[in-house]
């Protein structure tokens, strides 16, 4: 009689056991995924960005001793680009383009 009740107890354990270690097993998998998703996000927002430079080709300056302009060709894709430091714009320039890009942004 006790060992039907422990075959029949051993059976129900095995039954039961089975079940919960695919439960887990799903929970552990979902877990590190969720994980290396999550890094590979945040990765990517912290990952240093290329220069903004990097983007266009720019045309080559020559200039004199003094500071002249000698010379501007063009760019790969044929139009003059010069990099030009944020402080060697006007303030009016800069506002004014800053305008410019909110009203058509607005209307997107």
């Given at each position: 009689m006790e060992k039907e009740k422990l075959k029949l107890y051993s059976d129900y354990d095995n039954k039961s056991a089975m079940p919960k270690t695919r439960f887990k097993l799903a929970h552990k998998l979902i877990i590190v995924i969720t994980l290396l998703l999550m890094s590979g996000i945040i990765y990517l927002h912290i990952a240093p960005k290329p220069p903004l430079s990097s983007y266009y080709t720019s045309s080559t300056a020559v200039y004199a001793r003094r500071g002249e302009l000698l010379r501007l060709t063009l760019?790969?894709?044929?139009?003059?680009?010069?990099?030009?430091?944020?402080?060697?714009?006007?303030?009016?320039?800069?506002?004014?383009?800053?305008?410019?890009?909110v009203s058509r942004v607005r209307w997107l």
């Open positions: 760019a790969k894709d044929q139009q003059y680009r010069v990099w030009t430091d944020l402080e060697d714009i006007p303030k009016n320039i800069q506002q004014a383009t800053l305008l410019y890009e």
